[in-house]
């Protein structure tokens, strides 16, 4: 596991398998000050060809447009190298899932009750 920290927000990387989703457990905000963290981490893995990702988002207090946009960004990369690649998100707090849904962007990131629920939408183990 790697863990990465950056003012305001910790970053927790597991990878679930080789072949499975890596999990990105966010803690904290996820603003124009530590999303280009999370860009980069996400850039990082799939340079190092990871296709799926599964960001658990229990303890993310705070998402905007900046958190979106980088999002939007690897999820439009991912479409264009592999169509079975994703983003998904799990246990999003209330106001993390307001963000998502009225921005319209809950048909291209799937919000998931639990982890277990994301692992198994995204092909993972459970």
């Given at each position: 596991?790697?863990?990465l920290t950056h003012t305001g927000c910790l970053v927790?990387?597991?990878?679930?398998?080789?072949?499975?989703?890596?999990?990105?457990?966010?803690?904290?905000r996820l603003d124009s000050t530590t999303s280009e963290?999370?860009?980069?981490?996400?850039?990082?893995?799939?340079?190092?060809?990871?296709?799926?990702?599964?960001?658990?988002?229990?303890?993310?207090?705070?998402?905007?447009?900046?958190?979106?946009?980088?999002?939007?960004?690897?999820?439009?990369?991912?479409?264009?190298?592999?169509?079975?690649?994703?983003?998904?998100?799990?246990?999003?707090?209330?106001?993390?899932?307001?963000?998502?849904?009225?921005?319209?962007?809950?048909?291209?990131?799937?919000?998931?009750?639990?982890?277990?629920?994301?692992?198994?939408?995204?092909?993972?183990?459970?």
């Open positions: 596991m790697l863990v927790m990387i597991e990878c679930i398998s080789d072949s499975g989703p890596v999990v990105l457990s966010l803690k904290g963290l999370l860009e980069t981490q996400l850039r990082t893995l799939y340079a190092e060809g990871h296709r799926c990702f599964i960001l658990a988002c229990a303890e993310l207090n705070y998402l905007n447009s900046a958190g979106l946009r980088v999002l939007m960004a690897v999820r439009k990369t991912l479409a264009q190298h592999t169509p079975s690649g994703g983003i998904h998100l799990a246990e999003a707090r209330s106001h993390v899932r307001d963000v998502v849904q009225l921005s319209g962007l809950d048909g291209l990131f799937p919000l998931h009750a639990s982890l277990a629920e994301a692992r198994a939408a995204a092909g993972g183990t459970i």
